[in-house]
């Protein structure tokens, strides 16, 4: 059988839709956005993530035989729309925010406009992409900004919930500020640091807790980081003391020590103590052990003498808000804006473009929502990134990314940054587009 592709990774009524338009012959321009419709609790702001993978999939978009093949084994599409999908590419335009942009409910952070068909069907995976990534960001961010300049480690992989969430998961925390990952895959594919220690089964296949500490130390020299709670923390940590003079005359030095587990303040203060006074106070401490922002927080708030923090579970299924409320809908159809007035999850009609205002401090001050040809004071948020189905330029590196993220964190106002919530930030409706949703509302 023919390899499947991608173009299968989608909704089935996003190609039955497509069957219809074609059937009809509607394939005049659409625009779609994608936005989220409000914040999970305890949040104040989102982190757009995912544009690249987006930008990728739309590139190399295509149905392939194995595709065409089975989807005719269903016995729902016709030959001729078999012939559309295997002739189907993507053609067409893609304005967005920049990943790493803090953004806010109903704000579009991408827009497609493309024939109709095309853009219907790259819907579903277009949401899956942008969805994932944007809230594993704002999640990973507020470990960021609780951390409060401390390096954190991405440990998520093993309990992602499958190994491309594990991947991404790692992309989009590094790009919100995280140091690293331990994710081997995510460092080579994209380019971010991994870091690793070792695991009690290793302690626990040796007979003496000091043999394998020299064992770890002898094969990895360069970074030695000894994980010390598997029987006794404070015990472990006078055996490093012990050993670290061995060691050094090997040219081996002890770099860190990990806690994994009890009460990680208590620990770090007592193990701290120890490897100050046996001559190791270059000596780092590395938690771990189901960590989320609050924890995070906590620790630091009680000055306990821990260097790194490595943030796994919660942050790479964002466990406590494991979705985003969001959206990708029809805003206009062959120059003719749309709009959904659902109660409850009504649009704005039309092409969009946000606009950004600052305080005299530097800081966030206030959005604005408006019609895309529209020019107002600020910065506008969104930019093209893609024309006739190619990319408008290079997309930037990942350490350009998560440089910009961390300036755009850092416009954040002292409210924003919290982990509780804040008083709702300032996105405003232009008077256009309120114009232009009373115009659509008088015609439909």
């Known amino acids: 059988m023919n390899a499947l592709s991608e173009a299968l990774l989608t909704d089935l009524y996003e190609l039955t839709m497509a069957q219809a338009y074609l059937a009809r012959d509607m394939t005049g321009d659409a625009v779609f956005e994608f936005f989220v419709r409000k914040l999970p609790a305890r949040r104040n702001f989102f982190m757009a993530a995912g544009l690249d993978q987006v930008l990728s999939y739309l590139e190399t978009f ?14 729902t599409f016709t030959p001729a729309t078999l012939n559309a999908f295997r002739a189907m590419r993507f053609t067409g335009d893609v304005h967005a925010m920049p990943e790493g942009t803090l953004f806010f409910p109903h704000e579009p952070i991408l827009r497609i406009t493309a024939p109709l068909p095309q853009a219907q069907v790259v819907e579903t995976r277009v949401m899956n992409l942008l969805n ?6 704002s999640k990973a961010c507020r470990s960021v900004l609780a951390a409060d300049g401390k390096p954190l480690i991405d440990f998520g992989l093993r309990r992602s919930h499958g190994g491309e969430a594990g991947l991404l998961a790692a992309r989009a925390s590094y790009l919100a500020g995280f140091a690293g990952t ?12 991994t870091y690793g220690t070792m695991a009690h089964s290793f302690v626990q296949a040796h007979l003496d807790e000091t043999e394998a500490f020299l064992h770890i130390a002898q094969a990895h020299p360069r970074n030695v980081v000894l994980l010390i709670d598997t029987y006794d ?13 061995r060691l050094k005359s090997q040219g081996i030095a002890v770099h860190g020590v990990r806690l994994d587990s009890g009460d990680l303040a208590d620990h770090a ?17 590395l938690a771990s052990g189901n960590l989320d922002e609050d924890r995070v927080e906590a620790l630091v708030g009680s000055e306990a003498p821990i260097d790194r923090f490595a ?3 919660a942050m790479t299924t964002s466990a406590d808000a494991p979705y985003l409320d969001c959206a990708y809908k029809l805003q206009d159809y ?7 007035r659902s109660e409850g999850k009504a649009t704005w009609p039309g092409s969009k473009q946000v606009y950004r ?3 005299p401090d530097g800081r966030l001050g206030g959005d604005t929502i408006t019609v895309a040809n529209e020019t107002l004071p600020g910065r506008p948020l969104l930019r093209q990134v893609m024309q006739r189905g190619h990319r408008s330029a290079s997309s930037p590196s990942i350490q350009e990314i998560r440089d910009y993220a961390q300036a755009a964190l850092a416009e954040l106002p002292d409210a924003l940054r919290r982990l509780d919530r804040a008083a709702p930030y300032d996105v405003r409706i232009a008077e256009a587009l309120e114009q232009l949703a009373q115009q659509v509302d008088r015609n439909t």
């Open 62 to 75: 295509h149905f392939s035989e194995g595709d065409i093949d089975w989807l005719a084994n269903t016995g």
């Open 357 to 359: 205002r600052l305080g």
């Open 233 to 245: 923390t404070e015990a472990a940590a006078e055996k490093v003391v012990a050993l670290a003079p």
């Open 269 to 285: 203060r007592k193990v701290r103590q120890i490897l100050d006074r046996g001559g190791l106070a270059e000596t780092t401490i």
């Open 311 to 313: 943030v796994g579970t």
């Open 182 to 193: 331990s994710n081997v895959l995510a460092g080579a594919r994209f380019a971010i640091p």
């Open 132 to 137: 994932f990534q944007t809230m594993v960001a």
């Open 334 to 340: 062959a120059g003719r804006p749309c709009r959904k």
